[in-house]
Protein backbone atom coordinates (compact mmCIF):
# COMPACT_ATOMS: atom_id res chain seq x y z
CA UNK A 1 0.00 0.00 0.00
CA UNK A 2 1.15 3.87 -0.41
CA UNK A 3 -0.26 6.51 1.92
CA UNK A 4 -0.28 9.82 0.00
CA UNK A 5 -0.44 13.36 2.35
CA UNK A 6 -0.45 16.74 0.43
CA UNK A 7 0.04 20.30 2.00
CA UNK A 8 0.86 23.92 0.92
CA UNK A 9 -1.94 24.98 0.01
CA UNK A 10 -4.24 28.31 1.03
CA UNK A 11 -5.57 31.75 0.22
CA UNK A 12 -3.54 33.63 -1.71
CA UNK A 13 -3.68 36.62 -4.32
CA UNK A 14 -3.54 36.37 -7.82
CA UNK A 15 -0.78 36.30 -9.33
CA UNK A 16 0.52 34.73 -6.33
CA UNK A 17 2.85 31.43 -5.85
CA UNK A 18 2.23 28.70 -3.82
CA UNK A 19 4.68 25.06 -3.57
CA UNK A 20 2.17 22.67 -3.23
CA UNK A 21 3.84 19.33 -1.61
CA UNK A 22 2.83 15.70 -1.47
CA UNK A 23 4.85 12.93 1.08
CA UNK A 24 4.66 9.35 -0.33
CA UNK A 25 5.25 6.39 2.56
CA UNK A 26 4.85 2.41 1.96
CA UNK A 27 5.31 0.50 -1.05
CA UNK A 28 7.28 3.43 -2.68
CA UNK A 29 9.24 1.68 -4.70
CA UNK A 30 6.31 0.16 -6.66
CA UNK A 31 5.03 3.54 -7.92
CA UNK A 32 5.70 4.28 -11.55
CA UNK A 33 4.81 7.87 -11.62
CA UNK A 34 3.32 10.88 -9.77
CA UNK A 35 0.81 13.22 -10.68
CA UNK A 36 -1.31 16.05 -9.32
CA UNK A 37 -4.69 16.37 -9.91
CA UNK A 38 -7.77 18.98 -9.23
CA UNK A 39 -10.94 19.21 -8.77
CA UNK A 40 -12.64 22.96 -9.07
CA UNK A 41 -16.12 22.82 -7.23
CA UNK A 42 -19.07 21.75 -9.24
CA UNK A 43 -16.13 20.33 -11.83
CA UNK A 44 -14.59 16.70 -12.87
CA UNK A 45 -11.36 16.05 -11.67
CA UNK A 46 -8.68 16.69 -14.11
CA UNK A 47 -5.10 16.09 -14.66
CA UNK A 48 -2.23 18.88 -13.95
CA UNK A 49 1.12 17.00 -14.09
CA UNK A 50 3.08 13.88 -13.47
CA UNK A 51 6.63 13.17 -13.39
CA UNK A 52 7.76 9.76 -14.08
CA UNK A 53 9.73 7.29 -12.36
CA UNK A 54 12.88 8.51 -14.37
CA UNK A 55 11.85 12.25 -13.88
CA UNK A 56 9.96 12.37 -17.10
CA UNK A 57 7.75 15.17 -16.61
CA UNK A 58 4.37 16.00 -18.52
CA UNK A 59 2.15 19.10 -17.23
CA UNK A 60 -1.63 19.97 -18.91
CA UNK A 61 -1.15 23.03 -21.78
CA UNK A 62 -3.20 25.45 -19.74
CA UNK A 63 -0.55 25.56 -16.87
CA UNK A 64 2.83 24.62 -18.38
CA UNK A 65 4.26 27.76 -18.23
CA UNK A 66 3.21 28.38 -14.90
CA UNK A 67 3.56 25.17 -13.08
CA UNK A 68 6.73 22.81 -11.99
CA UNK A 69 6.58 19.69 -10.80
CA UNK A 70 9.54 18.16 -9.31
CA UNK A 71 10.72 15.75 -6.71
CA UNK A 72 13.11 14.76 -3.87
CA UNK A 73 14.02 11.39 -3.01
CA UNK A 74 14.47 11.33 0.96
CA UNK A 75 11.95 11.54 1.90
CA UNK A 76 9.77 11.01 -1.25
CA UNK A 77 8.45 14.03 -1.34
CA UNK A 78 6.78 15.35 -4.82
CA UNK A 79 6.36 18.90 -5.16
CA UNK A 80 4.29 21.40 -7.33
CA UNK A 81 5.35 24.72 -7.59
CA UNK A 82 2.62 26.72 -8.83
CA UNK A 83 3.09 30.24 -9.93
CA UNK A 84 1.24 33.06 -11.69
CA UNK A 85 -1.81 32.04 -9.68
CA UNK A 86 -5.18 33.00 -11.25
CA UNK A 87 -8.30 32.92 -10.03
CA UNK A 88 -9.34 29.54 -12.01
CA UNK A 89 -6.64 27.66 -10.43
CA UNK A 90 -9.03 27.46 -7.50
CA UNK A 91 -9.24 23.70 -6.96
CA UNK A 92 -8.80 20.77 -4.33
CA UNK A 93 -5.19 19.85 -5.92
CA UNK A 94 -5.07 15.79 -5.39
CA UNK A 95 -1.47 14.09 -5.01
CA UNK A 96 -2.07 10.22 -7.20
CA UNK A 97 0.47 7.19 -6.93
CA UNK A 98 0.10 5.83 -10.00
CA UNK A 99 0.88 2.13 -9.99
CA UNK A 100 1.76 -0.95 -12.15
CA UNK A 101 -0.81 -3.00 -13.87
CA UNK A 102 -2.95 -4.67 -12.34
CA UNK A 103 -3.46 -2.21 -9.16
CA UNK A 104 -5.05 0.11 -8.53
CA UNK A 105 -3.81 3.91 -8.18
CA UNK A 106 -3.50 5.70 -4.80
CA UNK A 107 -4.83 9.22 -3.57
CA UNK A 108 -4.19 11.95 -1.18
CA UNK A 109 -6.71 13.59 0.47
CA UNK A 110 -6.47 16.93 -1.41
CA UNK A 111 -5.42 20.42 -0.42
CA UNK A 112 -7.02 23.43 -0.99
CA UNK A 113 -6.09 26.30 -3.29
CA UNK A 114 -7.84 29.46 -3.17
CA UNK A 115 -6.86 32.37 -5.65
CA UNK A 116 -8.86 35.59 -4.71
CA UNK A 117 -8.95 38.36 -7.36
Known amino acids: QVHLVESGGGLVQAGGSLRLSCVASGSTRSINAIAWYRQASGKQREWVATINSDDTVAYRDSIKDRFTISRENAPNTVYLQVNGLKPEDTAVYYC???????????WGQGTQVTVSS
Open 96 to 106: NAHMPSGTPDY
